[in-house]
Nanobody
Framework: QAQLIESGGGLVQAGESLRLSCAAS????????MGWFRQTPGKDREFVGS????????YYRDSLKGRFTVSRDNVYNTVYLQMSSLKPEDTAVYYC????????????????WGRGTQVTVSS
C-alpha cells in the first residue's frame, strides 16, 4: 500500500512561484500514475495535473496549462508540482494521489492519497 506525504505548501504573494513535493513509499512507485488535486472549503476536489508511470506523459487542467508543471523522480520516489504566476484563486489544499490507471482526472479513480498541504496566495 502506497503512502504519500506532501510538503512545500505555504503563504506566497500573487505572481510568485511555489514547488510542492510528494514523497511516496510502500509501493512500486514508478508503475503508478501520480496526480495532484486541490480543494477549497465547500467544493469538490479538483484535478490539477497528473503524470503517467508508464511513459511520463503529463495531463493538466485546461485552465492551469502553462502555469503548473508536474514532474517525477523515480529514483527518489517523488513527484513534484511546480506552480508559477500564482493567483489568489489558486489558494487551496493540494493533495497528491496515486492510481494504477494510465490517466484519470477523477479523484474517485485514485487509490492512495496524501494528507494535503495548504497553499495560500495573497493578493
Amino acid at each position: 500500500q502506497a503512502q504519500l506525504i506532501e510538503s512545500g505548501g505555504g503563504l506566497v504573494q500573487a505572481g510568485e512561484s511555489l514547488r510542492l513535493s510528494c514523497a511516496a513509499s510502500g509501493h512500486s512507485f514508478s508503475s503508478l500514475t501520480m496526480g495532484w488535486f486541490r480543494q477549497t472549503p465547500g467544493k469538490d476536489r479538483e484535478f490539477v495535473g497528473s503524470i503517467s508511470g508508464k511513459d511520463g506523459m503529463t495531463y493538466y487542467r485546461d485552465s492551469l496549462k502553462g502555469r503548473f508543471t508536474v514532474s517525477r523522480d523515480n529514483v527518489y520516489n517523488t513527484v513534484y508540482l511546480q506552480m508559477s504566476s500564482l493567483k489568489p484563486e489558486d489558494t487551496a489544499v493540494y493533495y497528491c494521489a496515486a492510481t494504477s490507471d494510465y490517466y484519470s482526472d477523477n479523484w474517485r479513480d485514485y487509490d492512495y492519497w496524501g494528507r494535503g498541504t495548504q497553499v495560500t496566495v495573497s493578493s
